[in-house]
């Protein structure tokens, strides 16, 4: 009764901040910062067999995103082909040449692609970009798709 | 000097959380707005090699030959070609309707995944199954989720010895391929 009393009437609010703090907290670890590199709207195919990303050691990825239209999305920007395969080829050559000095144009390289095509996508416009990876040196390809149907 | 300190508890400095709580609050609400968990994604890993051309029966011997039949090994073959058919008159163009194991028009061909993988499992379980790599030939008006329903029942295929095969993609070209 005294302490009732006392108390001016002002909850304490210092649990409830630090439980919203928590919550916070929280959300900001889940939140997924690398699908800015994802394009979300495409809709993968489904393929029981596929296995969840083994991330051993460290690997340099290409993440192509291949449109239903056909259209190579990096980063939410459309790009041409050829000429980003070709230009992604040159980086990923110059970071391999400090590993091993003796790599020439159109060896292979140590980079994953990784390609996220849209179920629906005509096969020849993977082709062209799988094509274009190869001419380049790429031989490690990763085709992203999902366990099981979402929703 | 104890008498100070006792005046500074009894002041009790009392700090506003309700701005505080305020901002947190607004904080949380903008993550859970904007919180989307990202389906689990899986990837089928391949090492595809560059392409090599694809000869028509009588050119080598080597490309689209059948599956040997039982006790009989032929000399020379190594790849196992894999086509998916479709029918670019149909309202589907994009729908593999059969698959063939073999030589286009030549080799034994299956209407169903189902069929495609009992076909292959037979070829595969054969313990001297002389093939060496595996092509699939895909018609450029097929959809890709077609391509990966078959490289799916590749994936599964079990290899006597842990064997490995390296696996291609071809494309076929088709008429009425939409200008770029």
């Known amino acids: 009764m005294s302490e009732l009393e006392s108390s001016s009437g002002k909850p304490n609010l210092t649990p409830i901040l630090d439980m919203v703090f928590q919550l916070i907290t929280f959300f900001m670890l889940v939140m997924n910062f690398k699908a800015a590199a994802l394009d979300t709207s495409l809709r993968l195919p489904v393929v029981g067999s596929a296995r969840a990303v083994d991330a051993q050691g460290q690997v340099s990825l290409l993440i192509l995103n291949i449109t239903k239209e056909g259209n190579l999305n990096v980063y939410g920007q459309s790009r041409t082909v050829e000429s980003y395969i070709a230009g992604e080829a040159q980086a990923e050559l110059l970071a391999a040449r400090q590993k091993n000095p003796k790599l020439q144009p159109g060896d292979e390289l140590p980079t994953t692609v990784v390609i996220r095509a849209d179920r629906g996508t005509e096969y020849h416009m993977v082709h062209r970009v799988i094509e274009a990876c190869q001419q380049h040196g790429f031989r490690n390809f990763a085709l992203k798709a999902l366990n099981r149907e979402e929703g | ?180």
């Open chain 2, 1 to 180: 000097m104890s008498r100070r300190r006792r005046r500074k508890s009894q002041e009790e400095v009392e700090l506003n959380l309700a701005a505080m709580l305020d901002m947190a609050f607004q904080l949380l609400t903008f993550f859970i707005l904007t919180f989307k968990p990202a389906p689990v994604e899986g990837q089928v890993n391949l090492r595809l090699p560059p392409p090599t051309p694809v000869l028509q029966k009588g050119q080598q011997r080597d490309i689209g030959e059948m599956a040997p039949k039982e006790g009989e090994v032929p000399k020379g073959v190594s790849t196992l070609v894999i086509t998916l058919n479709n029918n670019i008159q149909s309202r589907d163009p994009g729908k593999a309707l059969s698959y063939t194991i073999g030589e286009l028009g030549e080799g034994s061909t299956v209407g169903t995944l189902d069929q495609l993988n009992n076909k292959l499992q037979s070829i595969f379980s054969n313990p001297v199954n002389p093939f060496e790599q595996v092509i699939i030939q895909v018609p450029s008006r097929v959809r890709y989720d077609e391509l990966m329903k078959v490289v799916d029942v590749f994936t599964r295929q079990k290899m006597p010895g842990d064997k490995k095969l390296s696996l291609s993609f071809v494309e076929l070209p088709q008429t009425e391929v939409p200008a770029k």
